[in-house]
């Protein structure tokens, strides 16, 4: 096939991988003039689809922003926290005010005390050099706190632009997909801007003033969740509506295993509850800490499942606390988290190398 690209947005037109950039259906290439796949959407239906791009792109297309005065919002996933964190966004955004949307909130038990997390994002963007203007919690998929997003974005963009960006899988295409439905409605105008020195376009959607919102490629960040399990096993590790809370007491010396994903082992002292918050199809086995090895070794992708298609045996990382407040939680970023009761607690979380373990105060 000679190389052809899209007329919309200049990339070059594949045939092969869906998922990737520049897909277009073979049927496609018949027409004139051939665009791919997320301009045709774009086009034809007023809707904005993920696109990935690599780390290097997306760093240069973040310094771009630095350049213009803006405001940025930046989305993560409040379940993945650390695995949809971007590195150095503050640096590379320069001196423009960024908002932080915790999204995904739907996920999280009714009973969530939204200040205690709201703090705990604060406290760990703050850790992770990100001074944001103001932190908020939604869902866009179930348009919770959409409105409170948008109040706050016009009050801090103060008639500027607004740039949306974040890891790919955070929410972004949901909500600006919102977004564009109120704004400019099924059949509006959706403009698109290349921006120099990267292979994509932005998609700009209008707003009142002039000014313009634009969505940026979601950047693939290999250490959320969503790359360590096969997609079929993603579904069961990913909640998909509110989670319901698993609790155990549990002697001194027993381990929990989260599937095949993750481990708790609880030390001691004296008896005590744990509590799992994870996705409710997800499998919690109990086991006495002296068998949790052989346990692992013996009914990894059987008993512990997902993941189950893995031929190689995975390295779990090793992570000891004792738990100085009075309710903490162990959270195991893109998986859930695990409530430990009382002050003291002795314990040591496994997880893939890769995944985000942090420690918070409990927000139940
Ligand atoms: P993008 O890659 O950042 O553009 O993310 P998408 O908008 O494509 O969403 C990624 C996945 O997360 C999809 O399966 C969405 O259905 C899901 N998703 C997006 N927003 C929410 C939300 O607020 N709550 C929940 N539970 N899932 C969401």
Redesign the pocket.
């Known amino acids: 096939m000679p190389d052809i690209y899209c007329e919309g947005c200049g990339v070059k037109i594949q045939t092969e991988d869906e998922t990737a950039l520049g897909y277009a259906p073979p049927g496609a290439l018949r027409n004139e003039p051939v665009v791919c796949r997320r301009c045709f959407r774009l086009k034809n239906y007023n809707e904005?689809?993920?696109v990935p791009i690599t780390g290097d792109d997306f760093l240069k297309m973040l310094s771009r922003i630095a350049e213009v005065d803006a405001l940025v919002v930046y989305?993560v996933?409040i379940f993945d926290f650390s695995g949809s964190w971007v590195p150095g966004l503050q640096r590379f955004v320069g001196e423009n005010p960024v908002l932080l949307v915790g999204?995904?909130?739907?996920?999280l038990p009714k009973s969530t005390n939204a200040n205690k997390l709201k703090s705990w994002i604060w406290r760990s963007a703050k850790e992770l050099g990100l001074k944001p203007v103001d932190v908020l919690l939604?869902?866009?998929?179930?348009n919770h706190g959409i409105d409170e997003v948008k109040r706050s974005m016009e009050f801090y963009r103060d008639g500027r632009d607004v740039y949306i960006v974040?890891?790919?899988?955070?929410?972004?295409?949901?909500?600006i997909?919102h977004l564009i439905q109120e704004t400019v409605g099924g059949s509006g105008v959706i403009t698109t801007s290349r921006f120099p020195g990267t292979t994509l376009d932005f998609i700009g959607v209008p707003l009142d003033d002039g000014c313009t919102l634009y969505d940026t490629p979601?950047v693939v960040n290999l250490r959320q969740m969503v790359h360590f399990v096969d997609v079929e096993d993603y579904r069961q590790v990913m909640?998909?509506?509110e989670i319901k809370p698993k609790v155990f007491q549990l002697n001194e010396n027993q381990t929990l295993f989260l599937a095949g994903m993750a481990r708790v082992d609880y030390l001691g002292p004296g008896r005590r509850s744990l509590i799992v918050y994870a996705s409710n199809a997800l499998v919690i086995h109990r086991t006495k800490l002296e068998n949790a090895d052989d346990l692992f070794k013996r009914q990894y992708g059987h008993l512990l499942a997902p993941p189950g298609r893995r031929d190689q045996l995975p390295v779990l990382k090793r992570f000891d606390y004792r738990t100085g407040e009075l309710n903490t939680d162990i959270v195991f970023s893109g998986l859930g988290w695990v409530t430990v009761k009382g002050r003291g607690a002795r314990l040591s979380a496994f997880v893939p190398e890769g995944i985000g373990v942090t420690v918070r105060s409990s927000i139940i």
């Open positions: 904005v689809q993920s989305l996933d999204n995904k909130k739907d996920l939604m869902s866009a998929e179930k974040g890891s790919t899988n955070v929410g972004k295409s949901t909500f997909n979601g909640p998909n509506r």
